[in-house]
């Protein structure tokens, strides 16, 4: 092991940093595939307050770009869902800007190729924000308090500075 690479395995064990194929996860974050998620049930919030919140531990709300992360994801939630007071998560997904059109706030791309939307949904009206809901997506007014999904920054400093 070189000398960098020993110091970054060091300096992650002893910041209870999460060190797996290269991908370093901020503490409290769990790898998945290839990138870095928190999941929070304690601090219930609308969409707008998940944001921010998200926001402050250097990370993003939840693009979720493909099967294989939407697969990850579900299987996450399954495997731990006592330890969450409320099974609703909220992602960046919504139709804010332009009813109809949903796009990942966390990106700015339109949502989909890949999609995982219940069946009859998103239903429209005043729901405009996504959400899981029993691990399928679903729309959702963005007022209602929900858990939410945090995906670390790839650009944030996982060492806290």
Not at 9 to 23: E, K, P, R
Not at 34 to 39: E, I, Q, T
Not at 85 to 91: C, E, G, N, V
Request: aromatic letters at 12%; glycine letters at 10%.
């Amino acid at each position: 092991m070189g000398q960098t690479s020993l110091l970054v395995a060091i300096a992650s064990a002893l910041l209870g940093q999460c060190l797996v194929a290269g991908v370093i996860c901020r503490h409290g974050f769990t790898k998945l595939n290839n990138g870095c998620y928190y999941f929070d049930g304690v601090h219930l919030s609308t969409w707008t307050e998940a944001q921010s919140y998200c926001q402050n531990f250097g990370a993003k709300l939840v693009s979720v770009e493909s099967q294989d992360e939407n697969a990850a994801i579900l299987s996450h939630m399954k495997q731990y869902r006592g330890a969450f007071s409320k099974l609703d998560f909220w992602t960046s997904g919504n139709d804010i800007v332009r009813n109809g059109r949903y796009e990942w706030a966390s990106t700015l791309q339109p949502v989909g190729p890949f999609t995982a939307w219940a069946k009859g949904q998103p239903s429209g009206g005043p729901q405009h924000c996504l959400h899981y809901h029993n691990f399928e997506w679903d729309d959702q007014t963005c007022d209602v308090k929900n858990s939410f999904i945090c995906e670390q920054n790839d650009d944030s400093d996982v060492f806290g500075r």
